[in-house]
């Protein structure tokens, strides 16, 4: 568990992000931090700091891909839309997080739209510049095939995860990542700081507003959790985790949406 530090306050601004600062927090990301100095401080001068307001669209779905995106204060949510109308959180993004990187990847346009679920600032890396980079330096191409094999099996576990589970397994998977990434201990339980409506958690699970609310309902009863407005506390964590870790449905069963 961890708790949001310094670069997640809402008094970030984009003026205050200059390339010194910049390159020292690159120097903290995995992608980047293998970079010999004067490499790195380059870099870091290519990146365009973004202030982004709670809500705001940071790209769409099915725009150019022109940038890599590394979010240094706030919150994000990749979202993407489901066959039959319902919007899937893909991944939450903390400071210190790439996301967006399709267009540093190859990709001619975003697969999923990123929405800032606090305020915050985004540093934007020219996909050109990232792409030249890869070329130049062959620690960095390392690295970004180790980040390429890791965002693939994050993603297969999740396409299985929606494909394969029940709603209950889903949705108390989610709290438990989201309590691991941003938990914070408190008297009551464990305290997920991160602000997220119902309608997140349901998308998050992959579900409905109204399956999630009444998991989460019947959870707040049992005294597993309690959920407030955009606040969930982890009362039981070990009762979270033994429904997170039931069985799977036979197969042939399709899971509850």
């Known amino acids: 568990m961890s708790q949001p530090g310094p670069s997640s306050h809402s008094a970030e601004t984009p003026s205050r992000w200059s390339a010194e600062r910049r ?51 706030g919150r994000i949510k990749v979202v993407r839309e489901t066959d039959d109308g ?13 996301f967006g990187g399709a267009g540093g990847w190859g990709e001619p ?28 330096c062959p620690a960095f191409a390392r690295a970004v095939v180790q980040e390429l094999g890791t965002r693939l099996r994050e993603a297969e576990a999740r396409i299985r995860e929606l494909q394969t589970e029940r709603v209950e397994r889903r949705l108390a998977r ?45 959870w707040d009863q049992a005294g597993i959790i309690a959920a407030g407005r955009e606040r969930v506390v982890i009362r039981q964590p070990a009762s979270l985790r033994a429904i997170a870790e039931a069985p799977a449905p036979t197969e042939g069963t399709l899971p509850q949406r």
């Open 174 to 218: 989610a709290l438990l990542r989201l309590a691991e990434k941003t938990g914070a201990e408190t008297p009551a339980g464990i305290a997920i700081t991160l602000p997220l409506t119902r309608q997140d958690l349901a998308e998050l699970a992959g579900t409905t507003l109204s399956t999630a609310s009444r998991t989460l309902s019947a």
């Open 86 to 98: 319902r919007e899937v959180i893909l991944r939450l993004i903390g400071p210190g997080e790439i």
């Open 109 to 136: 346009i975003y697969p999923a739209t990123a929405v800032a679920i606090e305020p915050g600032v985004v540093l934007q890396l020219p996909a050109q510049t990232f792409q030249d980079l890869l070329g130049t």
């Open 23 to 73: 390159a020292a927090f690159l120097a903290t990301v995995r992608l980047f931090r293998e970079l010999p100095a004067p490499v790195l401080y380059e870099v870091a001068r290519q990146f365009r700091p973004k202030a982004v307001a709670r809500g705001a669209i940071v790209f769409l779905e099915g725009e150019p891909a022109e940038a890599l995106n590394l979010l240094a204060s």
